[in-house]
């Protein structure tokens, strides 16, 4: 968190230094968008996450609990690298870029007490918890220069992340439980689009939105103490929204 927060302050600080530089030239702006570039981005991330709590072999045998879907919903700061590669050709704007962020996205919903099959309630709870370690995507970007300085574009492709999952069903009136907990590097897609403008020859800034989608990831889990044949399955999805400001510097 740490360098997350002393990320925040460098952006900013870069801002206000440019946009002078870019307000004081003289004449018309021009702009030429082709070459390699590298920067630093801080934002905000926010999960659409479902757990579902499934219990097995059937939810009339498992007599404690029915069927369950809870949504922990991740949030928090992201912040981390880009760079990549431009190529203007006319109004039209083509290129590649990567980058890494870490994340503080994470997110843990409980309820209690536990509601029955037979729609009575039962003492304990049910948790899940997700949380987003880091990421990075690689990502074609298209975009046209509404004017030349300004450059909308579109960009999708791969993502990947490390994400933590736990829950746990606990029926603590009969002294058992259902806990899970891992991580694991999931792969999976993007998509969103952004504006960029730039401030000066070498420096631009850019604010985008990027949907991304992390597949799911499911356990079966026996009961703690063990009494077969009863488990619980647990499945979670792993999607994220994210909000990034970053700054380019363009060599």
């Known amino acids: 968190m740490k360098l997350l927060r002393s990320m925040s302050l460098l952006p ?29 981005h801080l934002g905000y ?41 431009n190529y203007q050709t006319g109004c039209i704007v083509v290129g590649i870029e990567a980058d890494f962020s870490g994340s503080g996205m994470s997110g843990t919903k409980t309820v209690s007490p536990i509601v029955q099959n037979d729609l009575t309630t039962t003492g304990g709870f049910l948790t899940a918890h997700q949380e987003t ?64 403008y730039a401030l000066c020859k070498n420096w631009t800034v850019k604010a985008e939105y990027l949907y991304m989608d992390l597949g799911s990831e499911s356990a079966i889990v026996d009961q703690i103490p063990a009494s077969p044949p ?12 994210i909000f990034n400001i970053g700054l380019n510097y363009k060599f």
């Open 12 to 40: 900013l600080a870069c801002l206000l230094i440019f946009a002078q530089t870019g307000l004081a030239a003289d004449g018309a702006p021009s702009f030429n968008w082709t070459g390699p570039y590298a920067g630093l």
């Open 45 to 85: 991330g926010w999960g659409n996450t479902d757990t579902s709590f499934s219990p097995l072999p059937d939810p009339v045998s498992f007599s404690f609990l029915l069927p369950t879907t809870l949504s922990p919903n991740p949030s928090g700061i992201v912040g981390g690298l880009q760079g990549g590669y």
């Open 133 to 196: 370690n880091w990421y990075g995507t690689l990502r074609p970007r298209m975009g046209y220069t509404v004017t030349p300085t300004l450059l909308v574009y579109g960009t999708v492709g791969l993502a990947y992340g490390d994400v933590s999952y736990s829950a746990e069903s606990n029926f603590q009136d009969f002294g058992v439980t259902y806990p899970v907990s891992f991580s694991k590097i999931e792969v999976g897609w993007t998509a969103g689009g952004g504006l960029e």
């Open 230 to 241: 009863f488990q619980v399955a647990y499945k979670w999805n792993t999607t994220a929204n």
